[in-house]
């Protein structure tokens, strides 16, 4: 019989940093527990598909993660990075995804495999806050925290800046092209927006509605006759172009359904539930805010990782997870079998 093999996990039991725990773990297991630490841990802030609908990209606490219809217990982790990401964006075929953290880095990778990640750090004042690519492909149009708000103009290949902009609206929040890509409209975090000519930036006309609640999300109809602004105060509101009037509002979740009709996607901050209503499929991803306990069976085949929430997980060796631990106070501090 195997001799096990003892591996020291240093593990924050304290916001001083204070403790540690010794955990038992089978040489087979190492690399899997590396795994299972990387998966599901953090806090999701932000979701969306892939143009054809077969991957799902989550961002928050964590970086990044993208789900594949195909493998959903097997999510790619691009090296195991770790960052607050902040804005996302999928490129119109679906090959390329470009992730913008709070470290004010931008992140393309490639999701064919055939590039190793580009990362750039381009001279914005603040992280980003979203991200959209043009509908042929380039450019890439990147919001940032500045204030007044900032939007960059990027080459997809290489992560340059071509241009910058400046539109007369605060602190950017979220940004969108027009399917026919001529316009792009930009929302602030004062509940204002505008629309702009996608060639030259230029104002066209502004929107202060909103009742001072931050645009939380922006839509074109597929027809481009008309424009969704989502604000925090969970209203849409919708206006007609070219003349930008007012056509009413609708709550948020009525407003912007999933690209894919057949898929929804439902975002809490301790669950991602991914819902395929055409074949009654479902699956539910567990996050918790940081690991702070881990303990491993004898075998290597059972995973249970504590949270600095009130939820932690069961895990098999390949990540699979067999159930949620739920405690009435957190955090979970020592787990053991």
């Known amino acids: 019989m195997k001799r096990f093999v003892w591996v020291l996990l240093t593990l924050v039991l304290t916001m001083s940093g204070a403790g540690a725990q010794f955990v038992p773990i089978t040489p087979e297991a190492v690399a899997a527990v590396d795994v299972v630490r990387a998966y599901g841990t953090g806090i999701p802030t932000g979701g969306g598909f892939s143009p054809d609908g077969l991957r799902l990209a989550l961002i928050g606490t964590f970086g990044v993660q993208v ?115 001529a316009r792009v409209v930009v929302g602030d975090r004062d509940g204002a927006a505008a629309l702009l000519d996608s060639q030259t930036g230029e104002a066209l006309m502004t929107w202060p509605d909103g009742q001072g609640s931050a645009v939380t999300d922006l839509r ?58 055409s074949a009654a499929f479902s699956f539910s991803l567990p996050f918790m805010d940081g690991v702070r306990a881990v303990a491993v069976t004898d ?21 699979t997870l067999y159930a949620n631990v739920f405690t009435e106070s957190a955090p979970i501090r020592t787990m053991a079998y």
Do not use: C, K, N
């Open 67 to 181: 789900y594949t219809f195909s493998a959903p217990d097997l999510p790619e982790t691009f090296g195991g990075e770790r960052f607050p990401a902040s804005a996302f964006a999928f490129s119109p075929d679906g090959v390329q995804l470009v992730v913008g953290g709070q470290d004010y880095g931008l992140r393309a990778y490639d999701l064919s495999g055939q590039r190793p990640p580009l990362t750039e750090y381009p001279s914005a004042v603040g992280a980003p806050t979203d991200a959209a690519y043009h509908p042929s492909g380039a450019p890439l149009a990147i919001s940032t925290y500045t204030a007044p708000g900032e939007i960059l103009l990027l080459d997809p290949l290489d992560l340059s800046v071509q241009a910058t902009w400046s539109p007369p609206l605060a602190i950017i929040t979220q940004l969108a092209y027009s399917p026919d890509g």
């Open 220 to 277: 074109f109809d597929a027809d481009g006759a008309a424009v969704w602004i989502g604000h925090a105060d969970g209203q849409a509101r919708r206006y007609t172009l070219p003349d930008g009037t007012f056509g009413g509002a609708v709550p948020l979740a009525e407003a912007f359904t999933p690209t894919f009709p057949d898929l929804s996607l439902d975002i809490t901050p301790s669950t991602v539930t991914i819902t395929d209503t």
């Open 299 to 319: 075998d290597g085949l059972g995973i249970a990782i504590g949270g600095g929430g009130t939820v932690g997980g069961l895990f098999s060796r390949d990540g």
